[in-house]
């Protein structure tokens, strides 16, 4: 079904990404909320519906009921507002609903924000919080003693059986987004290592180590989506989006190495756009895992299946090579509060595209992917952006 | 902004509400999903996009991620499919976001679903997951000790005061809507009871006693929305839905005796459906205690600011009366899984609309209202139905 109009995206607001022990949850997405108002320069008022994207906001923090929480402290009442789940890609469905709102012509101008605080419980509460994105059920994987890091080890084990990708490769992934994250005044972890170092990181789950995962972190990041008509000529623009799902439980897939929910909401969104992987420029990448951006990039067919691991190891997907990925530090070194991470990358890809990325400016920057996963890939979101609309504009 | 086209529900499909302790939440789920796709004719393949409310499945169970965890339980892969929370108007948020995707023309058919369970919790823990849906801040409502029935005692107990309003009245709601659901197959809580049980139950938070408070439940409903044109000319239609908001916390709204959103939420309602309070021949509302079934009317516009106690004890609301309310039985008898209950009102609305409400039939029928509330009245969806289009088909 073909949408009416193109959308932009008017502003960009974001926290710094860390462990705030004096912040609660509603302190960041203001925040970040008001940034984004500020860098679109409308008020309050303006914003016809709210979009917030949250994960386990109520487990973390007791808070349950968090969209009208937050937006009337942003100052906007009466409005339509809501809460949007779908574990680590809360805020890209969030993000993707308020796009095709837009699109189709429901508002002219809406927000949408990513927030979670997670610090506030220890580790292993937090843990067994971000298991509720896998299988609880009776019988199911967690029931079964699997955590995040010990599922997305079997996904890395078997990538290195199907394709011979190496525990190296793994560790390039980490010292790359190291890397990047040095030059991003807003990362979590802003520590330069080395590829010994990343080999020989405390053990997580074999073969996935210290390095190889993502971090725990509080923050907020929030977008102010409008008609492109009303915005100015230079606004970054939304040239597709698309949501897909899957299977929640990894033992219900066909296949570890591949994610179909990736897959799909990729071709979508390059269909929406009227691009394919080679117009990409550059990607902000879920690496909730090392493993993950490996098998993304082959998921999005920047590579092709099998050769990611060679392709970060080679550089290709360094600052300096063909198709940077994760320029910002990624969920690696930037930090992963997982519901802001969504809308998060979006800002990322979206100050890129400006050319007001700082340290982090790419040289490339005029199409930018942000790819954002859920659980062991049952819900993704793809977003593609650039300066001008190059979109067919239809919802496949 | 002008929607494109009306909107029809194709389905209906609801499990029994109740305690169910050999039940998990996605049996549930997955019953009402596979009855609303029953109902409506058509396969999980049909169905574009998944919309799940669900208030606090990740407390009450742990599982989180519930939508694809339900959706590709029910045959549906690779669609958009997004979990929306609104407290206790969770899944009237997930309808009105559905019927504005497809009333825009994203989508031509979409499942909307609503679960909760609730029973596998002891009482205290579910009174505290419960009060996520109000202020846990610090120096917060419920830092202070309040709980929702707590809360809700101060509304009526201000209602008395600001207009007469008396126990007696708050006790005809509970009398009538446990009368309705004497007639409800699928009710929690069928047991008639007199004005005098109701006026000296058990005291739960003055002057509220248990008469007074709806039910902790297991239950699940599900909707088939779809493109008018690709419905029968006999399905009903959405004429008119709404969503709103206000401030969380009840020491932060200017008067408690009536709720902002919910009256935003009506008056956009009746505008896009282009009727009034008036055309209405009968209404579900979300009376979480009897208090809020008064207050609804009101805000509403069934009744006079002030009437809507009196109203009640007169019978104008009965099976019988002027404008019948819950005749299904209410949250108060029905039984109210949160997450469930918007959705749960719309297939009590339309079963009503298609004359197929059994022994719960009234005699006017034409056009049905449900209104869904979250927490103290922060969220509020309105939804109109009726077997022909008479909408303006704007969102206001």
Same mark, same amino acid.
């Given at each position: ?218 923050? *907020? ?5 409008? #008609?492109?008509? =009303?915005? !100015?000529?230079? /606004?970054?623009? &939304? ?123 790419? *040289? ?5 992917? #942000?790819?954002? =996963?859920? !659980?062991?890939? /049952?819900?993704? &979101? ?15």
């Amino acid at each position: 079904m073909a949408l009416r109009r193109t959308v932009s995206v008017a502003g960009i607001g974001k926290t710094k990404f860390g462990a705030f022990a004096d912040r609660d949850l509603r302190s960041l997405a203001v925040e970040a909320g008001n940034k984004a108002l500020a860098d679109s320069g409308i008020g309050p008022d303006d914003i016809q519906a709210f979009y917030l994207g949250n994960f386990a906001g109520p487990e973390f923090t007791t808070q349950n009921h968090l969209a009208p929480y937050i937006s009337t402290a942003l100052g906007m009442t009466g409005i339509p507002s809501t809460r949007f789940e779908a574990a680590c890609a809360s805020s890209g469905a969030a993000f993707f609903h308020a796009f095709l709102a837009v699109a189709a012509g429901i508002y002219d101008t809406v927000m949408v924000l990513g927030v979670e605080k997670m610090t506030c419980q220890p580790v292993p509460r937090v843990t067994e919080i971000l298991c509720g994105a896998g299988d609880c059920g009776a019988g199911g994987e967690m029931a079964a003693g699997s955590t995040f890091p010990s599922l997305f080890a079997m996904i890395a084990r078997r990538h290195m059986h199907e394709y011979g990708t190496l525990r190296e490769h793994l560790a390039a992934v980490a010292v790359k987004n190291h890397a990047n994250g040095f030059l991003n005044p807003d990362a979590q972890l802003r520590k330069l290592i080395t590829l010994e170092q990343a080999l020989n990181g405390r053990p997580i789950a074999d073969p996935l180590n210290l390095y190889d995962c993502s971090l725990v972190s509080d923050g *907020a990041a929030a977008v102010v989506l409008r #008609a492109s008509d =009303l915005c !100015g000529p230079d /606004a970054v623009q &939304v040239l597709g989006a698309a949501q897909a799902s899957d299977y929640v439980a990894l033992d219900q897939k066909r296949t570890i190495t591949t994610f179909p929910a990736v897959q799909e909401a990729a071709f979508r969104a390059y269909s929406m756009a009227g691009v394919g992987p080679g117009d990409i420029d550059f990607a902000e990448i879920h690496d909730c895992f090392t493993i993950a951006e490996i098998v993304a990039t082959e998921d999005l067919g920047f590579v092709e299946p099998g050769r990611g691991g060679f392709a970060v190891f080679d550089g290709e997907t360094s600052r300096d090579g063909r198709l940077p990925v994760n320029a910002s530090g990624g969920l690696k070194s930037k930090g992963h509060p997982v519901g802001a991470t969504g809308v998060a990358q979006v800002c990322d890809v979206v100050r890129q595209i400006r050319g007001t990325a700082g340290d982090m400016q790419l *040289a490339k920057h005029g199409i930018g992917l #942000a790819q954002n =996963l859920g !659980g062991s890939g /049952a819900s993704c &979101v793809v977003t593609i952006l650039g300066q001008s609309g190059r979109g067919e504009g239809r919802v496949l």
